[in-house]
């Protein structure tokens, strides 16, 4: 694909904040395998957005094509999880745009710190938007539930 044919994509998305209905987020979140480890159906992942604190969403025409959120206090903490691009539109700054929206609506909301949860291998594409990974002494954590054996 051109740079030319690039940029008109890039200005033919428009970003929204808000949550999409279930019918259009079904198959971004399809698209991104996540759901071969979370297994969830549409109506708890339908509630799962719409408890979201900050969401934007990327349509090109009437289609969604990428999405991000964050979950915040909207007072110290707010962590952005979720940003999701459909395959064929990834690579063409549509998911720099979501980061960018999101980041803007926790920081005007007057977030005081805000955090990222992304895949292994993202980080130099965080990178450039002002993310760096948490240093050695202040790695974060997550809850799992140890078997019971």
């Not at 909207?74 to 998911?95: N, S, W």
């Amino acid at each position: 694909m051109s740079l030319q044919t690039n940029i008109r994509l890039l200005f033919m998305i428009k970003y929204i904040n808000e949550v999409p209905g279930i019918e259009d987020y079904w198959p971004l979140f399809i698209s991104t395998g996540w759901n071969e480890v979370f297994k969830m159906d549409e109506t708890r992942v339908a509630k799962a957005i719409s408890n979201s604190s900050f969401t934007v969403s990327a349509y090109s025409s009437k289609q969604l094509v990428g999405f991000a959120r964050a979950v915040s206090d909207k007072e110290m903490y707010a962590t952005i999880y979720d940003v999701m691009v459909l395959p064929e539109y990834r690579k063409k700054g549509v998911g720099k745009k979501l980061v960018e929206n999101i980041t803007i609506q926790c920081t005007e909301a007057g977030v005081f710190s805000v955090h990222l949860f992304a895949a292994d291998g993202t980080e130099s594409f965080y990178n450039q938007m002002g993310y760096q990974a948490r240093p050695s002494n202040m790695p974060g954590m997550r809850y799992d539930p140890m078997d019971d054996k």
